[in-house]
Each structure stands twice: as C-alpha cells, then as structure tokens.
C-alpha cells in the first residue's frame, strides 16, 4: 500500500478524480439527451438537438481530459511553486487551499452545461413558429442562466482565488 507523500500529490489525486468526474458527466449528457432525437419531426430540431448533445458531451470531455493531464501543473499552481517537497506535511491551510479549488471546478463542472442548454433551449424557442412566448417564461429563462453565470463565476473565483479565501479564514482563527 502506498502511502500519501504531500500536498501536490494530494492535489493531483483530487483534481484527476475531478477529471473522472466530468467524462461521466459527458457520457450522462449524451446517453440522457441523444434519445430525444427519435421523438423529433423537422430536420432543424434534430440538427439543433445532435449540435446540442455533441457541443456538452465534448465541451465535458475535453474539460476532463484538461483538468486530468493538467492536474499536476494545477495542483503546483495552487501552491506557488515554492517548496513543494513530495514528504511535505499537509497543513490545514493546504486543505482549505485544495478543497476550495475542487468545490469551484466542481461547481463549473455543474453550471457550465446548464448555461450551453439554456441558450440552445433560448434559440430553439424563438426558432418554432407560431409560438409566443409570455413574459414569466422569458424572465424565468432569463433569472435562471443569470443565475448558472453566477454560479459559474463563482465557481472560477473559489478555483482562482483559493490562496486568499484560505489566508482570509486563517486571519480570522487567528483573532
């Protein structure tokens, strides 16, 4: 059995499970949404609804395959560089620094399909003839991709910013 030997190596565990994670989510998207095809009538649905399913499933693979081979490079971001010894003891400020930049990629994970689905949904809306739309409709679309931005924003701060959120719980333990 081999035995954890420091903060990086933690690190690249982590964010590689996190790579692992989005490919299923790439396959899920695919299996749940390709489907849908065999219940569409016109051509333009059917080319909107593959555009769709191939777009999501790719965009979360290549995310996979970036956060995976990338981990190395990300978890030695996180820690400056700076004297990253691979027997280093993990501190609690490495955690918060490590668990912080996972919720963010987690959470990007997340609302980065759900911002692709809402726009295409937008476009095949408007798209239909015939159809009106009412004003709650529109503004519910509308509060909900506002809302995957921000929380996708928010998941790109807690990645970025991890360093100053764990310097900042620190500062307050400290008081």
């Known amino acids: 059995m081999e035995v954890l030997k420091g903060k990086r190596e933690l690190a690249v565990i982590i964010f590689k499970a996190l790579g692992v994670y989005s490919f299923i989510q790439a396959l899920a998207v695919f299996a749940y949404r390709f489907p849908i095809l065999?219940?569409?009538?016109?051509?333009?649905?059917?080319?909107?609804?593959?555009?769709?399913?191939?777009?999501?499933?790719?965009?979360?693979?290549?995310?996979?395959?970036?956060?995976w081979f990338m981990s190395p490079r990300i978890a030695e971001s996180l820690f400056n560089n700076a004297n990253i010894n691979k027997e280093d003891v993990i501190s609690s400020t490495d955690m918060h620094m490590i668990a912080f930049s996972f919720i963010g990629m987690l959470v990007v994970i997340d609302g980065l399909p759900e911002i692709v689905k809402t726009i295409f949904f937008h476009y095949q809306v408007r798209s239909l003839p015939g159809i009106e739309e009412g004003m709650a409709m529109v503004a519910e679309r509308n509060s909900y991709l506002l809302a995957t931005i921000l929380q996708c924003g928010l998941g790109v701060w807690l990645i970025l910013g991890s360093r100053g959120i764990t310097n900042f719980i620190r500062n307050l333990r400290r008081r």
Do not use: G, T
């Open 38 to 67: 065999y219940y569409k009538n016109s051509l333009e649905d059917d080319i909107m609804i593959i555009l769709q399913v191939l777009f999501l499933s790719i965009m979360l693979a290549i995310f996979a395959f970036v956060i």
